[in-house]
């Protein structure tokens, strides 16, 4: 068998080619699996980093008392806080073997920033806690491919929200969405009868419908705004008329988030049961009663007293409160000394879960102080004639329905009422 000559040698320049090919398979196997590797490890260092300097950050802010009614991003307790969490971020960049120079040109470094965006009816405020970290990784056959160095840059934001009260602090909450607002007391929140309201701090939210149905301006807010799903009337004034949801979407109603309350615990030692209240009562101080009943959970008429500090009343079955006439003095716990299982700043607790009809009629000798929970109720609230009741609390709940001929005032200030505690999370 005869052989060409100008065959010979063909091999050779196969498996060089092939050699070739092989060897950039060998570079990306290898080189790329240390890239990639470097990259998790400089992932993972800088989301550390930015969650130390983020803790550090929530600890002086709760520490200090800094809360969302009062965050000012000039304020020098913010400004100090800031330079805690640059100095913990840094320092745990530096245990994991990265140095932070502080000089964003080369990416190796911490920054922080305040500032509240503006959602429509209540103001996200943050500090954002930024680390930058570039790790370049020394390769082994790469260069033999690649011109210049390969080099991972990474960046981890972590964003610190101050102690809040429950949604965003307005004093009345509905958060029923409906948008048929021509059902008088299934809207949101209502405002009827021929009685002044004045709610100082806080304001008005209503997921759904907001009416006045008398259209008289006998609603002010003070230091609060007026809202609804998709619009608001910003700054302090007077509700002069009914509004219609602008819009209804996810990003129109209250975050759930921002209104989540944990259960309260009647199996911890120091909570009381019972079936109901319906006579006059004088409770034990800094107490969790747990009322089982799902029919009449407190029914107080006529000359009927109710009397406690520190109590959170939670009503476990759901279960009806009505409270009109006698003497109510009732006060949710402070936060110091610990009350647990009882829940600072929590009057009434309603099951989330469960429906419930209340109804507060004020009077002279009614003081009521503290959050009323009941995101599944109806609430209303009324004035009796000739009577000037005070409501310092906060109502949170499905249908809210403020009436009567009388004057009545609700004052909401966020140092007295449940807050939610200093919180961060990793949010890039």
Partial sequence: MKHRNNEKGQSLIILAVAFVILLGFVALAIDGGMVYSDRRYAQNAADASSLAGGGTAALYLENLHVFYGSWDCNDGRITTSRQNA????????????????????????????????????????????????????????????????????????????????????????????????????KTGVVFAGSG??????????????????????????VNGDINYAGGRFPGTGALCESMTPAATSVSDVLPPNSYAVPLPNCAAAGAITIDSITSSMT?????????????????????????????????????????????????????????????????????????????????????????????????????????????????????VTISGNASIDINFNEQQAYTKPSALELYK
Avoid at 196 to 219: D, F, P, R, Y
Avoid at 287 to 302: D, H, R, V
Avoid at 312 to 334: H, K, Q, R, W, Y
């Fill in 283 to 399: 409770l034990q101080s800094n107490k969790l009663y747990c009322i089982t009943s799902s029919g009449n959970a407190i029914k107080l008429t006529g000359s009927d007293s109710l009397i406690g500090q520190g109590v959170t009343l939670f009503l476990v079955n759901g279960g009806d409160i009505e409270m009109s006439g006698g003497t109510v003095d009732i006060a949710a716990p402070n936060n110091t000394p610990d009350p647990a299982p009882a829940i600072p700043g929590i009057l009434i607790y309603v099951n989330p879960v469960r429906d419930s009809i209340i109804k507060l009629t004020g009077n002279g000798n009614s003081h009521y102080l503290g959050v009323i929970y009941a995101p599944r109720a109806d609430v209303s609230v009324e004035g009796s004639n000739g009577t000037h009741p005070t409501f310092n609390t906060q109502i949170i709940s499905y249908n």
């Fill in 196 to 221: 002044e309201t004045s709610i100082n701090g806080g304001g008005i939210w209503s997921n759904g419908c907001l009416k006045a149905t008398n259209n008289s301006c006998n609603v002010d807010v």
């Fill in 86 to 185: 640059v100095g913990a971020a840094s320092s745990r960049a530096q245990s994991n073997g990265f140095t932070i120079d502080n000089n964003d040109s080369d990416y190796n470094s911490v920054l922080t920033t305040c500032g509240q965006t503006d959602m429509g009816g209540w103001f996200d405020k943050y500090l954002d806690i930024t680390t930058h970290i570039s790790k370049t990784t020394d390769t082994s056959f790469a260069q033999f491919i690649f011109n210049g160095p390969l080099r991972n840059q990474v960046e981890a934001v972590v964003r610190v929200r101050p102690r809040s009260p429950l949604a965003f602090g307005h004093a009345v909450v509905g958060l029923n969405p409906s948008t048929d607002c021509n059902n008088n007391n």
